[in-house]
Each structure stands twice: as structure tokens, then as C-alpha cells.
């Protein structure tokens, strides 16, 4: 945000709270949400709910359809609209911008991978979620997979505790290795987790034996029982996405496409069962929770849903049994939505984002992919803060950390490059809670630390032998 347009905002913010007839104390105060020490039961809590890849011109329909209620409440009850995304579009750089407020010039997070000291190859790493196809082939040249320690400026889960303020994290990228926080973090273990028949990576998840996948560390503990590998899918789970019976038939790269899938389904059911159990157990200001598998639907399945996009030539038995795995892996998503919707407080306020959209795509040697990512993702408030109704229009991934701190009373820093959406909030809440502006957190360099290349080199092994990869 241009700091001219900043300025404004803040004198208007100072002339609200003129208006509102309020002191500075209610947007100074670091107030506490449920569980923290403070009384500020008033700013309720903020869930930020995240679906990599969702896209509305897969919700519209659907919605219309009544196959989504819990979208279907945000846009009828909620703000919503289309969230602009950045470049470079990969999921790891995107959901960092969203968590510091930042582009990747200033949080340093670009790819899944970066170049390992020394590689001095002058080469690029591979940026995009399908760029970084060739990054477990490439490893072996000099590159290593990104990790939280690498990211140069602050994320909410740094920026709540100094106001007071606790954050709890489930699965959001880059988090491994989980930093100390006030509150909670299950990070997304993403190094080494590379489907090695095809050389594609695969959605991070909890990978037993590897350290600081939690903060407090003892927590794995607690959440151990709730993880759920590929293998323990059951039947009638996976056939509410196709028939495992007729996946038989498919040709070998279909049946790459359902290996990959069943990967991130247990991911995104692992995180699911997680993130419901934290959220009832150790309540938080903000709690924040990432799922992948739309986005691995979407590169996959694109063109058995929408055959007629592109040429693409898919065979009408392909399509049959695959062309329905997209509307119902959102279905899916749209119930993990409700369970949140259900527990929702009248004071708290839900977020829904998503990093990019999605649109048809054909890649000369490369049948396996046919969606990739397009800039518009989606975004969606509901609830206290949430003007009802409304459509939202202009929203960046860089707005999504400057609204939700003025949601939770938190001073917006004027370094953060976006602005509070205004126009999602409503009127009232917003004039009873007049955005507040510092120059700057201080809050220092991240602590760093635990790297992947000080993991035991035997790690793949033990991966192997756990049944997380071929
Ligand atoms: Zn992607």
C-alpha cells in the first residue's frame, strides 16, 4: 500500500475513533481473545481457513447446485470475493505472503526448494507447484527443500504474542521446523517428501521420528493417534471420489493421478482430525489451518472434469471414473468448512482463503497435469466482523494478515505491503474497532535454527520403511 493511501487510512482510523466517542485504550489494549490472559472476550477470535487452489468458478456452480452449504452460508451471509495472487505462483512463496503480510522479495520463501550452499550453479530453483516437478530429480545437483528457518520476516504466530495475543498453527507450509510460539504450531513437514516414481513432491504432512514437527515438542504426542496414511483410507471413503474398483482400469498415468490424490487426501484428513481436536482443546486468538488437496485435485484432474477445455483427448472411460474427483474433493472441503462454521462463537470471525485459482492447461509431455494455477483465488469472511452479503472487490494474498490483525485489535505495521480490507468488514464493528498503526514490530531476525541437512541421512530410509514413499 502506497504510504500516502497509509496515511490517509490511519487519519481515518483516528477520526473514527473520535467519532465512536472511544479512547485509545480499546485498539491499544493487547487484548486476549478465549484462553489468553487478557478480559478482551469482546474481539472474539479469527480463524483463517486455507484451501490451496480453490476457485470460484468451481464453487458457483456447486453452490447453485446445493451441494455446498457451508459456501453457500459465506456468500450469503458473509463478504466475498476474488483474491489477487502473486507471482511467483508457487504454494510454499504464496502461503508466506499470507502469513507475513509481505511479498517473496522480503520474506525470502520463492519455491519448494532452494539451491544448498555451495551448489554455486548459477541455476534457478523451480518455483511453481509444477516448476518444482523436476526439484526431487535436481536434488542430487545441489538443492534442498525450504524450511521455516530460511523465511526473513516475522509471521502472525511472531507478531500475535508481542500484543499479548496467542496463534495456533495446523499445517501451513513452511512451518517445519515449528518455531516457538505462544499457543500451538503442527507444522507441514515438507522436506524429502517427494513422490520418487515421478519426481513430483507431495503435500507436506506429520512424519513420525523427524523433530520439531510441533511446538511444544511433546504435543506429536497428543496428535499421534490422529494421523491417517494413504493406506488407512478406506473403501468407502475413496468412493466418494471415484470408484477404486474401475481405477484398476485406468492407464499408468491415471493411476499416478489416484496416488497422488489418496497422498493428499490423508494429508488433509490428517491435518482435518488435528485441527478440530486443538482447536476444542487449546483455544487461541487466531487459529490458522491449511489443506492441500484441492489444489492436488485440480492439477490432476482438470481435464477428466472439463474434458472439453482443452484437446486434451481423454477417453470417455477415463473421464467416467475420474471426472468427478474435483466437485467432490470441494464437497469434501466444504464440510471441514461446516465444522468449523459450527463451532463458531458470535463474537469470533471465520476467513477463508485461497492462494490462486485454477484453468485448464496442456503441457506437451506432461499428461498428468492439466490444471494449473491462475491468479484469482478466493476469499470469504464470515461472521462478527464480516460485512453480510457484500462482495469484496480489489483483495490481495497481501491484504489477508492487515484484516485479520484489525479484526483481533492487533496494530497493522506500516511495512506490511497491504491494506485492511474496509470495504469486507462490517460497518460497525469496523467504526468500534478503529484500525491502529505502528511503525514497525521489532521484533528481530526470526530465530532460525534445525535445518533439513542436519537430519540424519537415513531419513529416506525410515521414510521408505513407514510406508510414506516407494
Ligand atoms: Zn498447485
Redesign the pocket.
Known amino acids: 500500500m502506497p504510504r500516502l493511501t497509509r496515511l490517509v487510512a490511519c487519519l481515518l482510523a483516528t477520526a473514527l475513533t473520535a467519532c465512536s466517542g472511544r479512547g485509545e485504550g480499546e485498539a491499544t489494549r493487547p487484548a486476549g481473545g478465549h484462553g489468553s490472559a487478557g478480559s478482551g472476550k469482546d474481539r472474539g477470535r479469527v480463524i483463517l481457513f486455507g484451501i490451496?487452489?480453490a476457485d470460484w468458478s468451481v464453487i458457483d456452480p456447486l453452490v447453485d447446485g446445493g451441494r455446498l452449504p457451508a459456501f453457500r452460508k459465506l456468500k450469503e451471509e458473509g463478504a466475498t470475493g476474488v483474491l489477487m495472487s502473486l507471482e511467483p505462483s508457487a504454494?510454499p512463496a504464496l502461503w508466506t505472503s499470507v502469513a507475513t503480510g509481505v511479498g517473496p522479495d522480503r520474506h525470502g520463501i520463492r519455491g519448494f526448494v532452494v539451491p544448498a550452499p555451495g551448489a554455486g550453479t548459477g541455476g534457478r530453483a523451480p518455483a511453481g507447484?509444477e516448476g518444482e516437478e523436476g526439484a526431487a530429480a535436481t536434488a542430487k545437483q545441489g538443492l534442498r527443500p525450504v524450511t521455516s528457518a530460511m523465511r526473513r520476516t516475522p509471521a502472525f504466530w511472531n507478531i500475535l504474542p508481542r500484543f499479548g495475543l496467542k496463534a495456533g498453527v495446523v499445517g501451513w507450509l513452511v512451518t517445519w521446523p515449528a518455531e516457538p510460539v505462544e499457543g500451538f504450531i503442527v507444522s507441514s513437514y515438507l522436506p524429502y517428501i517427494y513422490n520418487w516414481s515421478t519426481g513430483r513432491p507431495l503435500k507436506g504432512t506429520i512424519v513420525k521420528g523427524i523433530p520439531r514437527q510441533t511446538y511444544p515438542e511433546e504435543l506429536i504426542d497428543e496428535i499421534d493417534p490422529l494421523m491417517v496414511k494413504p493406506a488407512d483410507l478406506d473403501e468407502a471413503t475413496l468412493r466418494r471420489f471415484y470408484d477404486p474398483a474401475r481405477a484398476a482400469r485406468l492407464s499408468r498415468e491415471g493411476r499416478e493421478c489416484i496416488e497422488g490424490f489418496r497422498w493428499s487426501l490423508a494429508c488433509d484428513e490428517t491435518y482435518r482430525r488435528i485441527g478440530l481436536h486443538l482447536f476444542e482443546r487449546h483455544p487461541v486468538d487466531l487459529f490458522a489451518i491449511y489443506f492441500g488437496g484441492v489444489?492436488v485435485a485440480s492439477?490432476r484432474f482438470w481435464k477428466f472434469a472439463y474434458p472439453e477445455a482443452l484437446r486434451y483427448g481423454v477417453g470417455a472411460e477415463e473421464a467416467a471414473i475420474l471426472g468427478r474427483v474435483i466437485d467432490e474433493y470441494y464437497v469434501y472441503i466444504d464440510g471441514l468448512l461446516g465444522e468449523y462454521l459450527e463451532r463458531l462463537a458470535p463474537e469470533d470471525t471465520l476467513v477463508v482463503v485461497s492462494d490462486h485459482g485454477f484453468r485448464p492447461v496442456l503441457l506437451p509431455g506432461r499428461p498428468a497435469t492439466s490444471g494449473h494455477?491462475r491468479p484469482e483465488g478466493i476469499i470469504a469472511l464470515y461472521g462478527r466482523a464480516a460485512r453480510r452479503g457484500h462482495t469484496i472487490a480489489h483483495a490481495s494474498l497481501l491484504d489477508v494478515l492487515p484484516t485479520i490483525l484489525a479484526i483481533l485489535g492487533v496494530p497493522v505495521s506500516m511495512d506490511l505491503e497491504g491494506r485492511v480490507l474496509q470495504d469486507a468488514l462490517d460497518p460497525r464493528f469496523a467504526l468500534r474497532h478503529p484500525v491502529e498503526f505502528v511503525e514497525g514490530y521489532d521484533l528481530g531476525e526470526p530465530a532460525g535454527g534445525l535445518e533439513a541437512s542436519d537430519l540424519d541421512a537415513n531419513v529416506l530410509e525410515r521414510l521408505r520403511s513407514l510406508g510414506y514413499i516407494n
Open positions: 490451496d487452489g504454494s507447484d489444489d492439477h494455477h
